[in-house]
C-alpha cells in the first residue's frame, strides 16, 4: 500500500496562515522601531550639521560630509576618554571573569563547607545595596575617588555571573578532575589547566556581559572621578550632551567647517562610541547563546 506524500503547506489552516503573517509584520514592526533610531543617528551624522538643522532628513543624508566625525577625532578630550574606556574594558573584563570564575568553582562543589550560606548572602546582595551616599564614602576611605582603580575594584565580582559560571561548571564530568588529581594535581592546577579551557562559552558570554558594562558605563565617572584624564568616553559624551554649549567640541569643529553644530557632533560621537562594542558582538555571539542556555537550565 503506497502512501500519498502530502505538501505540509496544504495541511495548514487558514488560522495558522494568518496566525503567521501577523507574526511576521509584527516582528518586521518591532525589527523597524529598533533599527530606525540608529539609523537616523548615523544619516544625521553624516549630514552637515547646519543642513541638517532644517530637518527632513529620515533615510539618506542630504549633503554628506565627514566634517562631523573629524571635528570628534580631532579633539584630544574624545582622544583620551577612548584610551580610558579601552583600557578600562580590557582590564575590567579580564579581571572580572577571572575572579567570578574563581570564586564560582569552589562554589559548584556540593562538598564545600558553607556553601548554602555563601550563595544566599550572595543572593541577597542582587537585592539590596548601601545605596549611593556610603558607596562614596567607603570609596572616599579607601582612596579610589578620581582613580582609574574605582572602574576595576568594584566590578570585580558579580554575584549574577557567578550563578551562571556555576551552572556551567557543574556540568563538567567530575571524571576529569578526579583522575587530574590523581595524577597528582592541584586544585589550582585543575582550575587552569582544565576547568578553564572546558569553560569558552560561559567565558566570552560574562566577557560580553562585563565588557558592555564596562564600556556603556558613564555613571561611575560622572559621581567618583572629577578628573577630566581619567573619564571615560561615556561620560565624555555624557557632559556633552548635558552641556548644550558644547564649547570645546565646538571650538575644535570651528577650525574644520563652520557646517558642523553642537548636534551634529553630539550625533556623530553617539556613532564612534557605540560601532566598537556592536562590531565585537557578532564574534561571540555564538558562544554568548550557548553559555546563556546553560545559565538558564539551573539555578
Known amino acids: 500500500m503506497r502512501l500519498k506524500k502530502t505538501n505540509w503547506r496544504q495541511q495548514r489552516t487558514n488560522g495558522e496562515i494568518v496566525f503567521d503573517w501577523f507574526n511576521m509584520i509584527l516582528m518586521t514592526a518591532i525589527c523597524f522601531v529598533t533599527l530606525y533610531p540608529i539609523w537616523y543617528i548615523i544619516v544625521n551624522s553624516l549630514n552637515e550639521g547646519a543642513d541638517a538643522m532644517l530637518g527632513g532628513i529620515f533615510w539618506w543624508p542630504r549633503k554628506f560630509t565627514f566634517d562631523n566625525y573629524k571635528a570628534v577625532f580631532q579633539n584630544s578630550g574624545v582622544l583620551q576618554a577612548f584610551g580610558v574606556t579601552i583600557l578600562r574594558t580590557l582590564v575590567g573584563v579580564i579581571t572580572n571573569v577571572f575572579f567570578t570564575a574563581m570564586v564560582a568553582y569552589p562554589l559548584s562543589k556540593s562538598y564545600l563547607v558553607g556553601r548554602k550560606f555563601y550563595m544566599a548572602m550572595g543572593t541577597i546582595t542582587m537585592f539590596f545595596s548601601g545605596g549611593l551616599i556610603p558607596t562614596f564614602l567607603l570609596y572616599k576611605n579607601i582612596n579610589l575617588l578620581n582613580s582609574f582603580w574605582v572602574y576595576i575594584i568594584p566590578s ?23 583522575s587530574a588529581s590523581i595524577d597528582g594535581a592541584t586544585d ?54 548635558a552641556e548644550s554649549g558644547s564649547t570645546q567640541m ?50
Open 156 to 178: 570585580l565580582f558579580n554575584f549574577f555571573n557567578l550563578i551562571i559560571f556555576v551552572n556551567f561548571f557543574r556540568e563538567i564530568p567530575s571524571a576529569l578532575e578526579e
Open 188 to 241: 589550582w592546577k585543575i582550575f587552569i589547566r582544565i576547568i578553564l579551557p572546558l569553560s569558552k562559552p560561559v567565558l566570552a558570554t560574562i566577557a560580553l556581559f562585563t565588557g558592555v558594562y564596562h564600556w556603556n558605563d558613564y555613571f561611575a565617572g560622572v559621581i567618583f572621578v572629577n578628573d577630566p584624564d581619567l573619564q571615560p568616553i561615556q561620560t565624555f559624551l555624557y557632559r556633552i550632551v
Open 250 to 299: 565646538m571650538a575644535t569643529a570651528g577650525n574644520i567647517t563652520r557646517s558642523t553644530t553642537s548636534l551634529s557632533i553630539k550625533l556623530a560621537t553617539m556613532v564612534v562610541t557605540t560601532l566598537p562594542i556592536v562590531c565585537v558582538y557578532p564574534f561571540l555571539q555564538k558562544y554568548f547563546v550557548k553559555g546563556m542556555m546553560v545559565g538558564a537550565v539551573k539555578e
